[in-house]
Structures are given as structure tokens and as C-alpha cells.
Nanobody, 115 residues
Framework: QVQLVESGGGLVQAGGSLRLSCAAS????????MAWYRQAPGKQRELVAT???????NYKDSVRGRFTISRDNAKNTVALQMNSLKPEDTAVYYC?????????WGQGTQVTVSS
């Protein structure tokens, strides 16, 4: 059983930056893809960014150019660098690892962007 633990959330002013990290208890090479999702109060969870085992990335339109997802297979971590943050980026951010048969989720980390 692999556990994913997010860290790096916090309170930041609009225009600021945060770097989220997701640490896996085992090798992330088992995951075909890893992703960051977010869920704002009263809204559905939405996909923010993905990175495949081959290193291909994809982003939600509203974060493209501001956020960067990366994975470090040696350290078993996935990061989300968030720049030029906006109040609408406020949400709980979740890490997900997909094996193709099963999805593993972290417990989430709160990101709050003040205006």
C-alpha cells in the first residue's frame, strides 16, 4: 500500500508563489501518471496538472504558464510550483498517483491566496 503525503501549502498574497510537494512511501515508478487536483469550498474537485511516467505534462487552462508540475523518480516525489497566484487558486490541493488499475490519493494541503 503506497501512501502519498502532500506538504507546502499555506497562506500567500496574490502574485506570490508556493511550491507543493507530494512524497510517496514507495517508488513512484509504479504510477503511469501522477497529478495534482484541487477542490475549493462548494465546488467539485478539478484536475490541475498531470505528469506521465515519460515526463509528459498537461495543465488546466487557467493555470498554464503559472504552474509547473515535475516528478523526481529518485526521490519519489512530485512537485507543483505555483507562481503568480490568484485568489481563485484558493483550494485544498490533492496529489494522485494512478497505476492504471487503482488511484492513490493524498490527504490534501490547503492553499489560501489573499487579495
Amino acid at each position: 500500500q503506497v501512501q502519498l503525503v502532500e506538504s507546502g501549502g499555506g497562506l500567500v498574497q496574490a502574485g506570490g508563489s508556493l511550491r507543493l510537494s507530494c512524497a510517496a512511501s514507495g517508488s513512484i515508478l509504479r504510477f503511469n501518471a501522477m497529478a495534482w487536483y484541487r477542490q475549493a469550498p462548494g465546488k467539485q474537485r478539478e484536475l490541475v496538472a498531470t505528469v506521465t511516467s515519460g515526463g509528459s505534462t498537461n495543465y488546466k487552462d487557467s493555470v498554464r504558464g503559472r504552474f509547473t508540475i515535475s516528478r523526481d523518480n529518485a526521490k519519489n516525489t512530485v512537485a507543483l510550483q505555483m507562481n503568480s497566484l490568484k485568489p481563485e487558486d484558493t483550494a485544498v490541493y490533492y496529489c494522485k498517483g494512478s497505476t492504471g488499475w487503482y488511484d492513490y490519493w493524498g490527504q490534501g494541503t490547503q492553499v489560501t491566496v489573499s487579495s
